[in-house]
């Protein structure tokens, strides 16, 4: 209540300050309309009658607003008790004076003053006696009044002015605004109304602190009056507090421990005016509250601060504690809040006890216990004890609950009798320790019963016992059972034991009998307490008695028993307690088993075993020579039984005694052979190396084990094929059927001596290993093995290719040729010496040294190729002959003839042919690798053979003496050919300089290229002849020269493949006219109109296949020809064709190489001729839109295609390759650059371009070609590959035009092809020249190259 006080305290204050600044603007106002008064006595009584009502009406709303905020404060406080109810209650409230225009968003609160009226009635008799003008008519008809309005909102102040012709304005704390309705320079203010009514209301939008003011609006002096000023007026901004400061942190949680007082401050921020600050504490008004206003950052602003001081218990713990600021500004109070986090103790433990009597518990039982000690913050820590001392220290804790359960789990045992089990409570707030325990009463029973005396005794004696119990609670009886017969005690004792309990003892006597033997004897403790349970110890009842019998099973007395026999002997006894011990002796000797593990077993000594009063052990023995007539005896006690064996057994040991030990040829060796012991005597043998020997037998003596021994002797002469030899004694037994050996190797000294087996000639390979072995026999072993080669020994440590061995043997290594020869071996030892001859042949590889290469041979004559050879072993058949070729059968050897005669081979050639030529090799292989191999070359000679594809060979340039043209001239043979040119019959002058001749040799192929620089028409339009002359004959060949022109009909049109659908087609071009060719396929269908036309692409193609096609339908299809110049025409043969198409259940003919076609999907459903005569008029419009741009270009590509060269062959055929190769070539020629050259292949006139040529093996030059060529050849070591008759297309073009024409291929000397990936179409060696020139312009095309000149 004391906060509320202040707080409207305050707010009077404020009031009063505001009332004040109102009455002052009244004052002023008043002064300065003083005049204006004078002059209207009427008005100012309207006036003064107007203040009046308006200061009953601020009295009025004053009484007014301190009754509503002591209503607020009370809903506030209504509002902190149940802030629910109080949320939906908060609104904005807007308070007026009457004519307040209600347009602002906020409380407009209008306010009068009291203090104008004062000066207003001092003044009427002065201003009533002034002379009012006619125009009293001026004045306000509304005046503005005081506003209250919230920072962002909007506020207006009213003015109505009755003043026509005066201009009117607002003025701001004494600043004029100035009269125009914008008012520049406030851009927030504007002036509202119809100025013609007189309507000048000041508008502000979004009001802020610099708003707060006086106000009052002028009238301007004018015609009808002077000027007017209202009453001054204040704007009032309410600013709400933006925020709420809190210590400790807003948002944060804090820690107090119940009961204890803690301060809690919270400040506000920038308001006006200052807000109320109120606290809550989960959810109730905190009472004790210290608030200070304090002003803020700026003028006309206030923060308040307030302290509260808070007791926290513990149903806040979790709780929130507000601090709340409420403002008129505000529709809501601002919050803010901390989370009490409140500490304080737990209540007492509390032990929940299994069962219903607490306390009570049996040893051996698994107890748990469980202490819940619930409340506490933090939960409480719990623990247990056991006489005060800690047991476990584990628990665990339900937050949401506040609940912390701590479980003992514990075997109860003996010694904890009286033990007083606790639980402890206690967390960081607690100002003791709570504890509840509980004391132990443990029932336990004993732990053991033990009897104390022997139970063994003599029979028809006493045995006395007594049996103690361990210590039990309660205490337990005795009872005594032998059997199922129960005995009384002579004496029962009871005393004091451990942890509570008692002792009981109970003594026994009673008399031992021989029927009680065995029986169980019983102390049982027993008590009402353990009534589940029985504690007893148990005795048995050991009566002593001796035994009744004894006797030995076993074989029968005196029954002969082989050696090694395995003999089972049992001793039995009947009766007699304890078991009788039986013991087995041998001959007074007691019977163990072998104590050496790895020892044979031949002695078994059993267990004793009982079944039922009977007990027996066995000896089971392997029977030996020790064993005969043996005496073996079983004991048990006093008693006794014996048994005897009678064993058979072979000598236990043949020895053989020699008179000498060092013994040579002819020496006498008498030997004696002994058997120790055997049962029964045995016959003694003697042989040598299985030859039988006489000797003398010496009478049969006593011996051990019983048995009998037995001698008998032989002599023997010696010689040195006896040493080594082994001399056996056997004894045999015949009732045993086993006969005993021992042997004497005989050792006889005697000098080396080579065996039979000794080889004496070692074969070996070149570069190999050889092994000259030793077969020699002596006694002792030879000292020293020497070998001796031609004179010299080698020697014995051994050298860089030989080592002597242990066993004399010479071994050899890299053995060469020169190892060949007789080698001497000398032997010795103590005895003497010996030596022999080996002979060491070395095989070694072939290597051919003489053959003739080349070998020359015209061509129908006979020569011979010899191969000599040197070689070991010389074979007859080491000779073979191969011919080097690619094709099978260029290797045929079938028409030569071959002969071998010692190291030389021949191959004889009758009546050579040019097809022989080539390359043969010599192989010589006598079986020692590598064979030899030696190349020969076979050249054949013969005259020149010039190609002639045609009678007549073509060749097309333009003549309009800017062109050049190249002429190709091919010859064959062997020597070197010497071509010659003549124009028309006359010899050509190579000196001019229109002509350069160029000629390459390659093998037996060769080459003239003739290129004529500037052709003029009317001088080289001629028929060339190329003459090839060798010492052997000549050739020749004509050219003609001719102008260019359309192409030649192609020919050989024919099939490859076909489907119902298409036609695989292949054709031959003809002469292209000199300039590039492209090819159209013409179609119809027979008895059908109209034809159809494909163009073939790619444009130089020679196969193609026609698709779109009709299964079972006959066509006739052509070729054509075209060039820039025209089409080829028809062909009366060669360029057409019938085909008929296969039906659809007819095979298809497919190509080996087929293009790739598409084939329909299934046969046309529309008629055929409409769909030809469609197809027709499509090609007809594509063509004729080409043909256009066609002869748009075509007259500027014709002057460059006319300057290229275009050198054709309209027919040719190649003869099979020749394959002679001449060493012979030269080099002629200038350095001019090479032209363009013509080749013609195949059986069948063919033309090719040179615009792809390319090939890969360098020709060899007759000269030096241009810079960056060939060029320094014997400075690089450029070596050309000597193919053997090669075809080789020659071919130079200008420096720039097409870059070098002859790749730097490396090709192996024996590939003898073109390579595959630059030509795989043989025939197209040369293409098109001049399309691979500019084009030039349409005009530009010289009137030579429009029309045949020749």
Known sequence: MGKERQSQRERVSLREREIERQDEGQWKGLR????????????????????????????????????????????????????????????????????????????????????????????????????????????????????????????????????????????????????????????????????????????????????????????????????????????????????????????????????????????????????????????????????NVNEGSQEKL????????????????????????????????????????????????????????????????????????????????????????????????????????????????????????????????????????????????????????????????????SCITKSSRPRVLLRWWLGWRQLLPTEETVMDGLHGGHISMSNLTFLARREDNGLTLTCEAFSEAFTKETFKKSLTLNVKYPAQKLWIEGPPVRQPLRAGTRVRLVCLAIGGNPDPSLTWYKDSRTVTEPRVPQEPRRVQLGNLEKSGSTFSRELVLITGPSDNQAKFTCKAGQLSASTQLVVQFPPTNVTILANASALRPGDALNLTCVSISSNPPVNLSWD?????????????????????????????????????????????????QETVSAFYRINVLYPPEFLGEQVFVVTAVEQGKALLPVSVSANPT??????????????????????????????????????????????????????????????????????????????????????TADANPILPEMFTWERLGEEEEDQSLEDMEKMSKGSTGHLRIRNAKLSQAGAYQCIVDNGVAPPARGLVRLVVRFAPQVEHPTPLTKVAAAGDSTSSATLHCRARGVPNIVFTWTKNGVPLDLQDPRYTEHTYHQGGVHSSLLTIANVSAAQ???????????????????????????????????????????????????????????????????????????????????????????????????????????????????????INTPGLDQPSREPEHQLPTEQPAGPSELPLMPVLFAVGGLLLLSNASCVGGFLWQRRGRLRCQAEGISEKTEAGSEEDQARNEYEESRWIGDQDSPSSTVSTTNVEPYYYSMKDFSPQLPPTLEEIPYSGGFTDLEEKNMAFPGHLYDEVEGLYAPPGVWGPLYDEAQVGSYDLRWPEDKYKDPRRVYDQVAGDLDPMEPDSLPFELRGHLV
């Open 1020 to 1138: 080289d339009y001629a028929l060339f002849t190329c003459t090839a002359t060798n010492p052997l004959g000549s050739d020749h060949t004509n050219i003609q020269l001719v102008s260019i022109s359309r192409p030649d009909p192609p020919s050989r049109l024919k099939v490859v493949s076909m489907t119902p659908y298409s036609v695989g087609l292949e054709w031959k071009p003809g002469f292209d006219g000199g300039l590039p060719q492209r090819f159209q396929i013409r179609y119809e269908v027979l008895e059908t109109p109209g034809f159809l036309y494909v163009d073939v692409l790619p444009p130089q193609a020679t196969t193609f296949t026609l698709t779109g096609l009709q299964p079972s339908t006959r066509y006739r299809v052509w070729v054509l020809a075209n060039n820039a110049l025209g089409d080829s025409g028809l062909a009366d043969k060669g360029s057409q064709i019938f």
């Open 302 to 465: 206030f923060t308040t601060e307030a302290t509260a001081r808070v007791i926290p218990q513990s149903s806040d713990n979790g709780q929130l504690l507000f601090c709340e600021g409420s403002s008129p500004a505000l529709d809501t109070p601002i919050k803010v809040s901390v989370t009490m986090n409140v500490l304080f103790p737990p209540e007492p433990p509390v032990i929940e006890w299994p069962g219903l009597d607490e306390g009570h518990v049996r040893a051996g039982q698994n107890l748990e216990l469980l202490c819940v000690a619930r409340g506490g913050n933090p939960p409480a820590t719990l623990q247990w004890l056991k006489n005060g001392q800690p047991m476990s220290t584990a628990w665990g804790t339900e937050h949401a609950q506040a609940v912390a359960r701590s479980m003992l789990v514990m075997i109860i045992r003996p010694e904890d009798h009286g033990a007083r089990l606790s639980c402890e409570a206690h967390n960081s707030v607690s100002k003791g320790i709570q504890e509840r325990g509980v004391t132990l009463q443990v029932t336990f029973p004993p732990s053991a019963v033990t009897i104390l005396g022997s139970a063994s005794q003599s029979e028809n004696k006493n045995v006395t016992l």
């Open 688 to 736: 040598k190396e299985g030859e039988k020997l006489e000797g003398v037998t010496s009478p049969p003596r006593s011996a051990p084990f019983k048995g009998s021994a037995a001698a008998r002797s032989v002599l023997l002469r010696l010689s040195s094929g006896d040493h080594g030899h082994r001399v056996t004694c056997r004894a045999h037994s015949t009732e045993l």
């Open 32 to 291: 300065a309309g003083r005049e204006t008064e004078r002059q209207g006595g009427k008005e100012k009584e309207r006036e003064r009658d107007r203040l009046m009502e308006r200061e009953k009406n601020r009295e009025r709303e004053e009484d007014r607003w301190q009754k509503k905020g002591k209503e607020k404060s009370k809903r506030q406080r209504h509002r902190e008790r149940d802030p629910e109810k109080a949320r939906g209650r908060c609104r904005r409230q807007v308070v007026s004076t009457a004519g307040a225009t209600g347009r602002g968003h906020g409380m407009a609160l209008k306010i009068s003053t009291w203090a104008p009226l004062l000066l207003t009635g001092l003044l009427t008799t002065g201003l009533a006696q002034l002379q009012i003008p006619a125009s009293a008519s001026r004045g306000f008809w509304a005046l503005p009044e005081n506003t209250t309005v919230v920072e962002g909102a909007a506020a207006e102040l009213r003015c109505g002015v009755s003043a026509p012709g005066s201009a009117v304005q607002w003025a701001k704390d004494g600043l004029l605004l100035g009269p125009d309705p914008r008012i520049p320079g406030f851009p927030r203010y504007h002036l509202e109304g119809d100025p013609t009514r007189g309507e000048f209301h000041l508008h502000i939008e979004a009001c802020d602190l610099s708003d707060d003011a006086e106000y009052e609006c002028q009238v301007s002096r004018s015609e009808t009056g002077l000027e007017l000023v209202s009453p001054r007026v204040i704007l009032s901004i309410l600013v709400p507090p933006k925020m709420l400061q809190l210590t400790p942190e807003a948002g944060s949680t804090v820690t107090w421990v119940a009961g204890q007082e803690y301060t809690v401050s919270c400040v506000s921020g920038d308001a006006k005016p200052a807000p109320d600050i109120t606290f809550l504490q989960s959810g109730q008004i905190v009472s004790d509250i210290t608030t």
């Open 782 to 867: 030879p000292e020293a093995f020497n070998w001796t080669f031609r004179g010299y020994r080698l020697s014995p440590v051994g050298g860089p290719r030989h080592r002597i061995l242990s066993g004399g043997a010479l071994q050899l290594w890299n053995v060469t040729r020169a190892d060949d020869g007789l080698y001497q071996l000398h032997c010795r030892n103590s005895e003497g010496t010996a030596e022999a001859l080996v002979r060491l042949d070395v095989h070694y590889a072939p290597t051919i040294r003489a053959l003739r290469d080349p070998t020359e041979v015209n061509i129908g004559g006979s020569v011979d190729i010899v191969c």
